[in-house]
């Protein structure tokens, strides 16, 4: 399958931004992104930084702990955020309960997340 938004189209991006009447980025306030203060998280933080900076947009990155991050998260205190999850074993189960079972202690999934619509879906994929 194909992604439709895989392909970063630098010009267009731009070209919003100007349309929304910031052009090359002026007039906004820089942004912050929390992520782990870990490598990988780090590099991914990195990474958008610098996607970000060649359309205008200041970015600065906040490694946090777990519990800064988690707290973040449960209270809606992250403007921008990179979050993740990787399996060591293909079970689309367990990686959906993650999302469904909401006495999992398993991550602090955004209460944004946990709504009727969100549920049912997620209910049909893990039946």
Known sequence: LANP???????????????AGYPEGKG??????????????????EMFERDMAKIGIKVKINGNT???FSSKMRTKRAQIFGY????????????????TVPTRPRAPMP?????????????????
């Open 111 to 127: 209460p944004t997340s946990r709504t009727p619509g969100w549920t049912s879906c997620t209910r049909r994929c893990t039946t």
């Open 84 to 99: 993740g999850s990787t399996y060591s074993y293909p079970d689309p189960e367990d990686l959906m309960s993650v999302f």
């Open 66 to 68: 777990w519990p800064e």
């Open 5 to 19: 938004n895989a392909a970063k189209d630098i010009e267009k991006a731009k070209q919003l931004l100007a349309q």
């Open 28 to 45: 906004l306030p820089e942004f912050t992104y929390e992520n782990m203060a870990d490598t990988t998280s780090r590099q991914f933080g």
